[in-house]
């Protein structure tokens, strides 16, 4: 069999290479060009000049939608960086015959619009070595949805498909990608470039839906079951009332130029503030074999087992209000597994300074279950696989045990990558199809929480995710600094009030977000700053954990462009403030490189020496997170890594123990941190969090200690 798999044979279009000294919280003076040139026409050139794209020029042409006032063709006429996915004639013929079209002039401009935005990205040019290895594009296309992607080949000429064993003993196999289910990229036209972009022939105008997620599920016999109680419980008519913030107006606001310790960083304003949410639907055969689950009846009596509550015939109409209420069993079964905010497979964790061999990607979700968390992991580690039956390198799991600590009565609910037939992302949200349901019971509490949750800033946040801000996805990646220009790969960002739900920030502080890159004293690459010309002063939320005694950690990296900051946990003061400064760091903390120095590893004097520093408060940075010393190539192949536990001199990557403190589950936790001293420059970095509960912590002598990864 002739089959290759991933690998192009074809030239790419270009490439670049970038070197830089390691930084943190930093983007140089100047970007390096990040995308193609050429000398010659425009990407509204090349189509309205190759009569094989004649029609759909004519429907870019046609693209009308009067609440975005933009003509598309003037648009991909200027500078910048598009990709176009073009559908040839033969394609637009296709789909004007199924759609009962006689000509493009028959379409209604705003179908118009929608066809031509979703064959469009705005901001970067892909090449089709970027499709490999991934189900979606990192990036939305200007009719704000993810492309997914499925890798495929062509064979006899004009024929393709999705499908290995079709092409068994055939010749001539030329890998390719089909996106949304519904086109291919034609080898052999692929990586056409113009000025301004990257043109990827497509032999099908790619499907859209602007359905609503619950619209989309509700289309599939395969999750009615579920579906039917999302309706019952009202979640249904929740999501589909909620589309986007129209209030949200970033024009009111201007870019920020804001000093960040050694330059000036560019920071934009989103352009949307879209509502999202991930679904993870338990197919109707598996409720029913591996719960006995087999109407709403059932479905209600198992999360009752779950989580208590009074029993109900749900078939009463006079009940349906108790249905409804948020602390019904079946309510609360339902919303822990969706997300607020809409993670595409790839997006819901990332690599980025993660040592993957070490530790499994993990990262802690808020649900619409109100005060809970569900954790996802991305099954990395090889000692780890093969402790559940569905294990499978690189997938997804819904609140995995701690492996790390022994914790094996939970292998976790198996999340599905593709839903095979079906369209799966929609206006607000995208779902998928698992192996189970996960629940906030107490077995979970045991067995899932009963570890270190450490969770980057991103994720507290769900409006993030929801509107594309983080362009990081699974790879570690050269991303090109932000120079005031936001068509950039991964621009910066400031929200003022009212952008990011339960934030407060003082009237003069900034909040802004400095986009991931791999060469980052920054835990997955970003980080968030706050800065004002006087005091700053912020509050947000605290993930929900399950009750008991915890340390709360701040992951940052120390220096000198820092300022001392006093720390509040539901508005009380906790402790001193705290010196977020490198001034005489290892005098005051005891810091020293965990891995090498005049220590020698797992020795006593090693061990009572970290202890000796933890007494005073200060944890060093995880060994299984680094940043490259320099960028290298796109994946930091060529660069050498810089492990957390060892940053130290110009800058001293750690965590400080804010507080030890008592939580509760039926409480919303606050966090505040307030500037005490420092110039009108300086900047609170925060990176991550550690909720890390006094059974991990305390553990000394008998027992498993907690780890350093």
Not at 223 to 228: D, G, K, M, R, V
Request: charged share 20%; aromatic share 12%; proline share 3%.
């Amino acid at each position: 069999m002739k089959v290759l798999k991933n690998i192009y044979m074809w030239l790419a279009v270009g490439c670049l290479s970038v070197v830089g000294l390691s930084t943190t919280s930093c983007k140089d003076d100047i970007a390096a060009e990040s995308y193609f040139t050429f000398t010659g026409e425009m990407m509204s050139d090349y189509l309205q000049s190759h009569s094989e794209y004649s029609e759909f020029a004519e429907i870019i042409n046609r693209a009308k939608n009067s609440q975005r006032g933009v003509n598309l063709m003037d648009l991909i006429s200027t500078y910048g960086q598009y990709t176009c996915f073009a559908p040839n004639n033969d394609a637009v013929d296709a789909f004007l015959k199924e759609n009962g079209y006689a000509s493009v002039s028959d379409i209604p401009a705003d179908i118009c619009d929608t066809i031509a935005r979703t064959h469009l990205v705005s901001g970067r040019m892909y090449n089709t070595t970027d499709f490999a290895g991934t189900t979606s594009l990192p990036s939305v296309n200007m009719n704000e949805r993810y492309l997914q992607i499925q890798e495929a080949f062509q064979y006899d000429e004009n024929k393709y498909t999705t499908d290995t064993l079709e092409v068994e003993g055939k010749e001539d196999i030329k890998p390719t990608h089909r996106f949304n289910r519904s086109g291919y990229v034609i080898p052999e036209l692929a990586n056409d470039s113009v000025e301004n972009g990257i043109i990827q022939p497509i032999n099908a105008v790619l499907s859209s839906s602007n359905a609503t997620v619950v619209d989309l599920m509700e289309e599939n016999d395969n999750i009615s079951l579920f579906c039917q109680a999302m309706d019952a419980v009202g979640i249904s008519q929740y999501i589909k009332g909620r589309i986007k913030d129209a209030k949200w107006n970033p024009d009111k606001y201007e870019v920020q130029h804001v000093y960040t310790g050694s330059q000036i960083d560019y920071c934009h304003l989103p352009d949307t503030k879209n509502y999202g949410y991930t679904v993870f639907a338990c197919p109707t055969d598996v409720l029913q074999s591996k719960y006995g689950i087999t109407d709403l009846q059932t479905f209600y009596d198992y999360a009752k087992s779950i989580y208590g509550g009074e029993d109900l015939d749900v078939n009463d109409p006079a009940n349906a209000d108790k249905l409804k209420d948020w602390r019904s069993p079946l309510r609360r079964l339902i919303g822990y597994n969706i997300l607020n905010c809409k993670g595409l497979y790839d997006n819901l964790t990332t690599i980025c300074t993660i040592e993957t061999t070490l530790v499994n990607p993990t990262e802690w979700y808020s649900t619409l279950d109100s005060l809970t968390t569900i954790k996802i992991d991305r099954l990395t580690v090889s000692r780890y696989i093969g402790k559940g039956e569905n294990d499978k390198r690189n997938d997804l799991y819904l609140n995995r045990g701690d492996m790390s600590r022994g914790y094996f009565s939970l292998p976790g609910v198996h999340v599905e990558r593709e839903v095979e037939g079906y369209t799966n992302e929609g206006l607000n949200g995208v779902y998928y199809l698992t192996d189970g349901l996960a629940d906030f019971g107490e077995v979970t509490k045991r067995d899932v929480f009963n570890t270190r949750l450490r969770t980057d800033l991103y994720y507290l946040f769900p409006e993030l995710m929801t509107n594309n801000i983080r362009d990081g996805r699974t790879n570690n990646k050269i991303a090109d600094s932000d120079n005031g220009d936001k068509t950039v790969t991964s621009p910066n960002y400031w929200f003022p009030n009212g952008y990011l739900d339960n934030v407060k920030v003082n009237d003069d502080g900034v909040f802004l977000f400095q986009s991931q890159h791999n060469t980052y004293w920054s835990y997955q690459g970003d980080e968030f700053n706050l800065t004002s010309a006087t005091n700053y002063d912020i509050t947000f939320n605290l993930p929900s954990v399950p009750s008991g005694t915890y340390q709360i950690r701040l992951g940052f990296c120390a220096m000198g462009s820092r300022g001392i900051c006093q720390f509040y946990l539901d508005g009380e003061s906790q402790g001193i403030p705290f010196d977020m400064r490198n001034t005489n760091f290892v005098d005051r903390t005891g810091w020293f490189a965990l891995t090498n120095g005049s220590y020698t590893t797992n020795t006593e004097e090693w061990e009572q020496a970290k202890k000796n520093m933890h007494n005073l408060g200060w944890y060093h940075g995880p060994r299984s997170v680094f940043n490259f010393t320099t960028e290298g190539t796109k994946d930091g192949a060529n660069a050498a890594k810089s492990y957390f536990c060892n940053n130290g001199g110009g800058g001293y990557t750690v965590r400080y123990v804010l507080c030890t403190a008592t939580l509760d589950e039926n409480k919303q936790h606050t966090i505040r941190i307030r500037k005490v001293w420092g110039d009108e420059n300086c900047v609170a970095m925060l990176d991550y969090i550690e909720l890390v509960p006094k059974s991990v912590y305390g553990v000394e002598g008998e027992g498993k200690a907690e780890d350093d990864y």
